[in-house]
């Protein structure tokens, strides 16, 4: 594994426990409170159809990957 | 007194209403967003209308249907079938003069002078994917997917499997997977040294091309409205990467004229390191969604890509959505317009424009509404893309010639060869790239049954 590679994981790592972390430090959201988080719109990718729509189009006009899943398909892709 | 009775009656009400509510709450997972009825199918399925201009044209309808079971297990199956025509870039430079090239098929075309040089091409592509997500506990879900795709020159083969665990009072759920990708690159002509004039062809050989990707995530809820994550993706590849039809221009060094065309070539490893921060915020009424992707790999590429959506309620069910992204990348280690002629060639070399200095800019807007006296929801989406190069000496410059500890380090045969004493000066040519206009329309209908 590259330097970069080791250092982008590490950055990982502690991005992580940060997040993970904040949790101790913001009011507890009790059960009751959760009812907009129940909603479809409360999704990172709310449409699957849609953002696999457009993980293919980026995927074939452009240098990166990488997102919210593993896998999926490839392509030729002119 | 009189006012006594009914504020109690009012306390004791809302305590009903909220132990009502833990109730259902806490028989929905955080991730499962339950408002779908238990044992209901769910279609969704879109038609895309994609166009670059003078370029390629796609028409991709997609259905996916799914089913939520009593015990909370979902199967998911989807079909999507792509008709692609249209002309792709070489990767040759434009020429002052008239240039004669051969394509992969074998035949002659000739291209008119300051014109980019393009292939015509026409191909069906057919995917199918699967997914089953299972419940294993009232905190850990798993989900297994299968993928497979079709085309006249690639074939993918695929599965994944990830595991999402809820801790502290289901608050943060920590998802992590690993998938692998077994293709097959089956070049139209034969499959072409890299870096020859591309004469010789070996015909019928299926390139083997192997991607394997793992995946850590976090997200939490960070209070009632809003909802963070964290993700990141470390993917590998090996085998055959090099693009069968793209080619590297050769340039007269005194003239710059162009005076031939060798085919790319493309290390056949590659390192991939991603992450992903992602926001959710609920207002009042509307949903502000904002994600920043960091990414970097060991070809040199690292990008950063910037995505806001704002989903607006509208009265009746009916929403707008706006959606700008901003996406930039630093070019490759072996990226060149074109390579001087007569000179030493470096060990790989590719002119695709994917890996060079691009931005990609999108603005779009989705329309979503009811129609009356049919369920389900329908949205339009308009989108349009601007892709460009930065120019050299302005944005651009540098961001791809960093990283020269990470070069020792990493080794490997991607530094190896002397790519900078073959290069031309970008500035000195007419790019291969001229700003790119793509329009998409997409249009989605979905449905609960």
């Known amino acids: 594994m590259s330097t970069r590679l080791r250092r982008s994981a590490l950055l990982f790592v502690l991005a992580v426990l940060a997040v993970a972390g904040s949790g101790c430090a913001t009011a507890k959201v009790q059960p009751w409170d959760r009812d907009l988080m129940a909603r479809e719109t409360m999704r990172f990718a709310p449409s699957k159809i849609e953002s696999g729509t457009d993980d293919h189009i980026y995927f074939s006009k452009e240098g990166s990957v990488g997102g919210l899943g593993v896998g999926g398909g490839g392509c030729g892709c002119n | 007194m009189q006012l006594a009775a009914p504020e109690r009656g009012l306390a004791a009400r809302r305590r009903i209403a909220a132990a009502a509510c833990a109730l259902i709450a806490a028989a929905v997972p955080t991730a499962a967003h339950s408002q779908e009825a238990t044992g209901s199918w769910t279609l969704d399925t879109s038609i895309l209308l994609y166009g670059e201009q003078d370029r390629t044209e796609i028409f991709e309808p997609v259905a996916r249907i799914s089913r939520l079971f009593s015990n909370g297990h979902r199967l998911s199956g989807q079909f999507a079938y792509d008709a692609i025509t249209g002309a792709s870039p070489t990767g040759a430079l434009p020429s002052g003069q008239l240039q004669t090239t051969t394509t992969p098929s074998g035949n002659t075309v000739t291209i008119a002078a300051g014109a980019v040089p393009t292939n015509e091409f026409q191909d069906q592509r057919f995917a199918l994917d699967g997914e089953w997500e299972a419940p294993l506990a009232r905190t850990l879900k798993s989900t297994l997917g299968a993928h497979y795709s079709s085309e006249t020159d690639y074939m993918s083969l695929g599965g994944s499997a990830s595991a999402s665990y809820e801790i502290m009072d289901r608050l943060t759920t920590l998802t992590a997977g690993m998938g692998y990708n077994a293709d097959k690159v089956s070049p139209i002509g034969g499959t072409r040294t890299g870096l020859s004039d591309g004469t010789v062809a070996v015909q019928g ?132 317009p074109g390579l001087i002629a007569g000179q030493a060639l470096p060990a790989y070399a590719s002119a695709d424009y994917r890996i060079g200095p691009l931005r990609t800019g999108t603005l779009g807007l989705t329309y979503g509404f009811h129609v009356k006296g049919m369920p389900g929801t329908v949205s339009l989406r308009a989108e349009y893309l601007r892709q460009w190069l930065a120019t050299p000496g302005g944005e651009g410059e540098g961001e791809g010639g960093g990283g020269d500890d990470d070069r020792a380090a990493g080794g490997g045969e991607v530094r190896a060869g002397p790519v900078t004493t073959a290069t031309i000066d970008p500035a000195s040519i007419q790019s291969n790239m001229p700003p790119l206009n793509i329009g998409s329309f997409l249009i989605g209908y979905t449905v609960n049954f």
Do not use: C
């Not at chain 2, 390192?271 to 060991?298: K, T, W």
């Open chain 2, 205 to 336: 050989l299926d390139n083997p091309k192997n991607v394997t990707s793992g995946m850590l995530g976090v997200s939490h809820i960070l209070s009632r409205r809003w909802l963070v994550g964290l993700s990141g993706t470390l993917q590998a590849e090996d085998g055959y990467l090099t693009d069968p039809y793209k080619v590297v221009s050769l340039v007269d060094s005194t003239t710059l004229e162009v005076s031939g065309q060798l085919t790319e070539k493309r290390p056949d490893k590659r390192q991939r390191a991603s992450l992903l921060f992602s926001s959710v915020y609920h207002l009042n009424e509307d949903v502000f969604y904002f994600s920043l992707r960091g990414y970097s790999d060991d070809w040199n590429v690292r990008s950063g890509t910037l995505d806001l959506r704002l989903r607006h309620e509208l009265a009746n069910g009916k929403y707008l959505q706006p959606h700008v992204r901003y996406y930039s990348q630093s070019q490759a280690d072996f990226y060149v």
